[in-house]
């Protein structure tokens, strides 16, 4: 591997680009090469941001001897196959969530990654930003006691004009797959699967949850709750609720530079903990360290629990009678 690790960009649209301004805030990362089904497109990316090496389709991407890692994001529905042609091609892999759109295919990939031993991540980047890292480590180092409740939710009013993907079923569309995937996997990181799940949901016009309503159980009485919404601009924050007091993590919880911490009876406390460039690059740093040391997963996305996100995701849908054209 070079001093520098070389990323090759699979998909052009908005969570690409984002991503592709945080990798200006690694040093040692190069936006080595871009890929799209249509050249123009992959053509308009490397002038925005100055890419080298530009392809007309995904697998010529993957197979470009120059880019050391791949980034996945494209949309929900391409997910696996992209992953697969990635990896059949010998390069590790960064995949946006959704990982993938159900956890039949989540179980192929990875026993797919394990097999050619090669690195494989879901994007789950709020894991790695500072302030939700140091909230983390404050509530199981048992500051705020036994945690039994957390509350979460995310909604955007997301645009409708054509294409919006999100709200395209073949596309595997939807809140839950899109949105839902943070407080989702903020109950997972407190109280992993949950035990029981009651769902539900607002299907729109074009078969796709518009907003998805969750409860989660748990065999000790633990409680999450949250839901997602295309349909409001809602808070956006999450409550961490312990016997000793509570954390309140900041909007938007899935990237927040600051949280408060009420202990009961107590003076509530502030921690502003601001973080660099657009807060993707530290999920960069992750993946680059990781390759670097040889590793096959991140400590903190390991595989086994990206699996368990998707198991619940698919009893949610189930729940909800969301299921996409192209599931068997």
């Known amino acids: 591997m070079t001093d520098k690790i070389r990323w090759g960009f699979l998909g052009t649209g908005s969570i690409a680009r984002n991503f592709a301004k945080a990798l200006e805030f690694v040093p040692d990362a190069e936006l080595a090469a871009v890929g799209s089904r249509t050249l123009p497109s992959a053509e308009a990316f490397a002038k925005q941001f100055d890419v080298p090496r530009v392809h007309g389709s995904y697998q010529a991407l993957v197979e470009d001897p120059n880019v050391d890692v791949v980034y996945v994001a494209t949309v929900n529905s391409w997910h696996h196959k992209n992953c697969l042609d990635a990896m059949q091609a010998g390069k590790p892999v960064l995949c946006e969530k959704p990982f993938m759109v159900n956890s039949g295919e989540a179980e192929e990939v990875i026993s797919f990654a394990r097999e050619k031993r090669l690195f494989l991540m879901e994007a789950l980047w709020t894991r790695f930003i500072p302030a939700f890292m140091r909230a983390r480590q404050m509530w199981e180092s048992g500051v705020i006691g036994d945690v039994r409740v957390v509350m979460s939710e995310l909604g955007f009013i997301v645009d409708r004009t054509p294409p919006a993907h999100l709200f395209i079923s073949e596309l595997a569309g939807g809140s839950v797959l899109d949105m839902g995937a943070y407080p ?141 054209p192209f599931e068997k």
């Open 184 to 324: 989702i996997s903020l109950a997972h990181i407190l109280f992993g699967e949950p035990d029981t799940i009651a769902s539900l949901a607002q299907i729109g016009e074009t078969g796709v949850d518009e907003q998805t309503g969750m409860l989660f159980g748990y065999r000790h009485g633990q409680l999450a709750m949250g839901y997602s919404s295309f349909n409001v601009e809602s808070p956006k924050e999450a409550t961490v609720v312990g016997t000793k007091g509570y954390i309140q993590i900041h909007t938007p919880f899935y990237c927040p530079s600051s949280f408060t911490l009420h202990l009961n009876g107590k003076e509530a406390e502030v921690f502003n903990i601001p973080y660099e460039g657009n807060g993707w690059n530290y999920e960069a740093v992750e993946v680059m360290q990781c390759l670097r040391s040889g590793k096959l997963e991140s400590d903190l996305v390991l595989h086994q629990e990206t699996l368990a996100l998707m198991r619940t995701m698919d009893r949610i849908r189930a729940q909800i009678g969301l299921k996409y």
